[in-house]
């Protein structure tokens, strides 16, 4: 059996009446914007793999919520809340079980590499001077690249509005693991 991979993403923004417009998405509604980022997900991610969301799950109602992840095949989900996870926060109050973990900061130590999950851009953070990455959300693609052990996961800084597997953000941030020695 393969081992479980790590999947990464950010700022659904499901049921968000104006994400569509803000964020230049090319979906023709709600639904079918719901629905690719599902498709997504599913084409990627296996039942035992880990999707971690960096915030910005959904607006409204947490039962819709419910509904819309019961939809997604991975049920291993880890949560770094946003600025816009009402709804996330309060099925997770009601359904501890349904996630994980949850976080401000969601701090994962991999079998290759630590990765520090927020949903805002940090600086600095945890482990940062010894090689961790630091995976985040909320400015939609919109911030300069600053350093290489960084990256913005939101779905809109990429073109199939997936998740990114460890394996793509380490390939594209160019990382390398810590040696002391340099």
Same mark, same amino acid.
């Given at each position: 059996?393969?081992?479980?991979? =790590? ?5 659904? #923004? ?9 964020? *230049? ?36 109602? /947490? ?7 019961? +939809?997604?095949?991975? &049920? *291993?989900?880890?949560?770094?809340? +946003? ?9 997770? &109050? ?14 994962? &130590?991999?079998?290759?590499? &630590? ?10 953070? #945890?482990?940062? +001077? ?5 995976? =985040?959300?909320?400015? #939609?693609?919109?911030? /300069?690249?600053?350093? *290489? ?24 941030? +160019?990382?390398?693991? =810590?040696?002391?020695?340099?």
């Amino acid at each position: 059996m393969d081992a479980m991979k =790590y999947w990464f993403t950010a700022d659904w #923004h499901l049921w968000h009446k104006n994400v569509i417009v803000l964020c *230049n998405r090319p979906h023709p509604g709600l639904m079918a914007m719901h629905e690719a980022f599902q498709d997504a997900i599913n084409r990627r991610v296996r039942v035992d793999d880990c999707l971690v969301v960096c915030g910005d799950l959904a607006f409204g109602n /947490p039962d819709r919520l419910a509904k819309w992840l019961d +939809g997604l095949r991975c &049920k *291993n989900l880890v949560i770094a809340w +946003g600025n816009h996870d009402d709804a996330a926060r309060r099925l997770h &109050k009601r359904e501890p079980s349904r996630f994980r973990r949850t976080g401000d900061i969601v701090e994962l &130590k991999l079998p290759t590499v &630590k990765v520090v999950c927020c949903h805002y851009a940090m600086r600095t953070w #945890h482990w940062s +001077g010894r090689g961790a990455l630091h995976v =985040y959300g909320h400015s #939609h693609g919109n911030l /300069p690249v600053e350093n *290489n052990r960084s990256m913005d996961v939101g779905v809109d800084t990429n073109i199939a509005f997936a998740p990114y597997s460890l394996e793509d953000i380490i390939e594209t941030v +160019g990382w390398q693991p =810590y040696n002391p020695q340099h």
